[in-house]
């Protein structure tokens, strides 16, 4: 029944789904779902199901008068084992009774805090209730109190959606003519099919001089000889005291000669005038005046209809004086995305994950494993073991792939820096924030953040990284403004974090959150069997890059390069790579014991041979070679101490999957 979560748009088609589950597994003969409504503060009948008699006749009762108001307000469940002792709620159990129904029970709907209604229950017998039947029914008044609260969250988004529809289109209207001297005729003249009105003006506040300055008019049905005023006091005139209470003002023509500040010098031309305060989000910002000739006032409904016009005109005007910036600010994000794509590609050239040894390969199943879903994950190992291409691996073969996969260093920043890196700033937050700041959550939204070196984060950064995790929103550093986003976390860390958790350097319920999926990747002398396919790769990628036709490594150097414990791992093996290629001469690289190439032209070292690689191919067929060769070492046994399994440190079941996965299945032997 937990599927009834999900977003149900009729809550009929619900209260129906739910009885019909329910009579699979208990027997009644009425079910009824009420639920409080707030503005008459009733309780609602909104379905019932009975065979006795039409109880939606019942509609709203009082809450005090309702089983389902008694549980709504109490909420605990309400058992009346035997209807005919009952002397509570006669208004509401009356038709139940007419029903034939002999007991009843009932359960608060609620989500959280918010109590919502009630499920009831009834039977042509007495004391049907059992215990197990009110637990299963608390877990179900549960599911369906979410998917309640689904369905009405969408109503609200939806009817939202409508209103900010209709604003679009006012906007869509408006936008494309920014020169709103040119469009407010158009609309005045709308405006004037509708509501009778001789003049409109639109007027613009200067704040700081006190004034309403003339934007633009419209007064076709004024005497030609009349001047209009350029600006009017705020203090003094019937616009300005407007503007200054925020709220519509009417006034008529004896109350205007009373103003010092008027609109026009032949007041008498006008008989009333209606002033409207401009407001948007961040505050007024003028006024619209309308005047009338006529000796009939404007009326309740000429203000309600004038200030909605006023409201999409004030939207309409911020919107203009907000596109530059906007345009501007939209431009920007769309370079910096693309600047960040494009560092990434031609930073980072690996293409796979070399190697075929049994650590790497219960690496890269369990990476095969989480890549496609959206879970964090937490990448632990050494410096220079390949952390960061396991998190770019992972983010390949995701949803997210054609998404940004944004990098942060966390142990690089400026401890000060380090929420406006991840969260950005606006402009003024600190000293040097001279402009707004896009910061990498935002930056990567829709895509993957990479917290490489995690373990660095400040304390208090740690916090503020904690709620963005769970409420996927933030706030710019010295913003109210609040920006969601849906981006997935993978984090990095070389430091041991549950000794950091203990030592209380780290936050545990930070840790707990990021360490969704652990993955540890091993250094590389815990797979040492794979150095020399990294060798032959790096050894290509730098003879490519630096022009240089060195093409193969002596058997001597490789038995060097295995035998090294390489603190630094796969980033000190590749740097060694390139330094013995830029200074090798010959056409085969050949390392001393200091891991230096070897300088003498007619040393015995010349005539070295070769290393000759038992396998070549791509990471597929390495692997699968790598395991038919084990599977044939122990008769194609897979479990128990002398399987594969054993030997590839795989347990049987992924040895299984992998096996799956490159097509390897046990050869059948005919007889002859």
Known sequence: MADLVVSPSDLRQLFREVSQRLRQVISFDLIVFTLHNPASNKMQLRYCESSGTDLEQIGELPVEEAPSGWVWLNQSPLIIPDLAAEVRFERGLRVIRQAGIRSYFCLPLTVAEKRLGGIGLGCS??????????????????????????????????????RMQMLLEVNAALVPNLDLPQLFPSISGFIRKVVKQDYARLSLSDEQRQTLSRYVTDWPGMNGNCTIATELSLKESGPGRAFLERKTKVYSRE????????????????????????????????????ARRDTETFSDQDHSLLKQIAGQIAIAMDNARAYREIAALTERLSMEKLYLQDEIRTAHNFKEILGSSSELLKLLDRMEAVAPT?????????????????????????????????????????????????????????????????????????????????????????????????????????????????????????????????????????????????????????????????VISFLEQSARRMGKSVASVSQKTMDLLMDYPWPGNIRELQNVIERGVVLSRGSMLKLGADLLPV???????????PYEPDTAGTLESIQRQHILRVLNQTGWLVSGPNGAGAILDLHPNTLHSIMKRLGISRPIHKDS
């Open 599 to 609: 300088e003498a032209d007619h040393d015995a070292s010349d005539h070295e041979v």
């Open 125 to 162: 017998e007495v004391h049907f209730c059992e215990e197990k039947d009110l637990r299963l029914l608390q877990r179900v008044a549960e599911i369906v109190s979410l998917a309640i609260e689904s369905a009405q969250s969408n109503s609200a988004l939806q009817q939202e959606k409508e």
């Open 374 to 534: 959206d879970a964090n994950v937490l990448i632990t190992g050494e410096t220079g073991s390949g952390k960061e291409l396991v998190a770019r691996a992972i983010h390949s073969r995701s949803a997210r792939e054609k998404s940004p996969l944004v990098k942060v260093n966390c142990g690089a920043i400026p401890t000060g820096l380090v929420e406006s890196e991840l969260f950005g700033h606006v402009k003024g937050a600190f000293t040097s924030a001279s402009d707004r700041r896009v910061g990498r959550f935002e930056l990567a939204n829709g895509g993957t953040l990479f917290l490489d070196e995690v373990g660095e984060l400040p304390l208090e950064t740690q916090v503020k990284l904690l709620r963005v995790l769970q409420e996927q929103e933030f706030e710019p550093v010295g913003s109210s403004r609040t920006i969601k986003v849906n981006v997935r976390i993978i984090a990095a860390t070389n430091r041991d974090l549950e000794r950091a958790v203990q030592s209380g350097a780290f936050r545990s319920d930070l840790y707990y959150r990021l360490n969704v999926v652990p993955l540890r990747v091993p250094g590389l002398r815990e797979r040492r069997s794979d150095i020399p396919q990294l």
């Open 255 to 290: 109350e205007l000669i009373a103003l010092r500040s008027t609109l026009i010098d032949n007041i008498e031309e006008v008989q009333w005038l209606c002033s409207i305060p401009l407001l948007t989000r961040t505050g007024a910002v003028g006024t619209i005046n309308f």
